[in-house]
């Protein structure tokens, strides 16, 4: 291990040149130090991320990456189950190939990536994803896209538990996890659903109602062509007054003659005057009643019928005659 972290180092100056800046020579010569102090004591996450900044730098200067970093950054994440990335790292080192009188830590780091590479891959897992429901979804692999066309064929991925999550245009997003074993194979399916169609509900448009003023018909119709400020109200005020007098002089006059025949024909079936058989209440009561409401008619209508007169008379002339028309119990009266 120690002829490895010599020749890391070396390369680390001998190469750095390809790199665009000081700064940059200097600190891809430090990750690459780092990564391989981080491997030879066992702590493969550091050593991964240390070698994996230096591959970077180089990558960033668009300039060739020494094999030596890249066999250090291989071996670091196949220490940390990341056996893709590995197995990328590993062939680059075997694509890319040695020019002639290429250094000798060069040189091993190639035969040490064909020697480990096979072993190395055989570690890796496969896995089918599916996504269901919905056209067109986008679909993500632990966080990363994932392209459609890798949909529904196997594809590799490192052994381990995994998360897919799924969406499109008009559907619920959905996800699945799944675990595969150390060069295993599993499949995973994703089913979206589409949302709900919003349900409108029409807004019902208030009807107006127009309502026509009813008309009440009134006891007295005063159309005047022209009368006085003063006394065309009292007058007509004094003629209403007076037919409703007139009425109630009427409603006694009528059930005051009920009574009285009432009275008559309970003469007839009294022999006593005051000894009435039970039978007839029903006619005592009807007379009781019909004097009374004759008593009272006579009462109100006549005092109505006085204020109605008086009512005329208090009032003040008109300076021209007055045109007008009014309803009474015998029928429509009316001054022209």
């Avoid at 996504?131 to 459609?148: E, Y």
């Avoid at 006694?252 to 008559?264: D, S």
């Amino acid at each position: 291990m120690r002829k490895l972290t010599i020749g890391v180092a070396v390369l680390a100056l001998s190469a750095s040149a390809l790199a665009q800046t000081d700064d940059e020579k200097n600190t891809a010569r430090d990750f690459g130090l780092q990564g391989q102090q981080a491997l030879d004591h066992g702590d493969a996450r550091t050593a991964e991320d240390r070698f994996h900044r230096a591959v970077e730098i180089f990558d960033n200067a668009k300039a060739p990456v020494p094999p030596t970093l890249l066999l250090g950054y291989a071996r670091g994440a196949a220490k940390n189950n990341h056996f893709i990335a590995a197995d990328e790292a590993y062939n680059r080192i075997i694509r890319a190939g040695l020019p002639p009188g290429a250094p000798a830590p060069f040189v091993k780091a190639l035969e040490d990536a064909k020697r480990e590479v096979d072993a190395m891959s055989a570690h890796i897992a496969h896995v089918t994803i599916n996504v269901t429901g919905c056209p067109n979804p986008t679909v993500t692999l632990d966080g990363a896209p994932l392209p459609s066309v890798v949909l529904g064929v196997r594809k590799p991925v490192d052994p381990g538990t995994h998360e897919v999550k799924a969406s499109a245009t008009g559907c619920k997003d959905a996800s699945a996890s799944f675990t595969v074993g150390d060069g295993k194979e599993a499949s995973s399916t994703v089913t979206l659903e589409k949302e709900a169609t919003p349900t409108t509900t029409p807004v019902a448009t208030p009807t107006v109602v127009t309502t026509k003023p009813t008309t009440t018909p009134t006891t007295a119709v005063p159309p005047a062509t022209e009368t006085s400020s003063n006394g065309s109200g009292l007058r007509t005020a004094g003629i209403v007054t007076f037919g409703v007098g007139v009425a109630g002089l009427a409603l006694g006059a009528i059930t005051g003659g009920v009574a009285i025949a009432e009275h008559g024909d309970l003469a007839n079936k009294c022999p006593s005057g005051t000894n009435c058989p039970s039978t007839l209440q029903g006619d005592i009561n009807t007379y009781n009643a019909m004097g009374g409401i004759s008593t009272a008619g006579f009462i109100v209508g006549g005092v109505l019928a006085v204020a109605g007169i008086v009512m005329w008379a208090v009032a003040p002339s008109s300076k021209k005659t007055e045109r007008a028309a009014w309803i009474t119990p015998f029928g429509v009266a009316g001054q022209f």
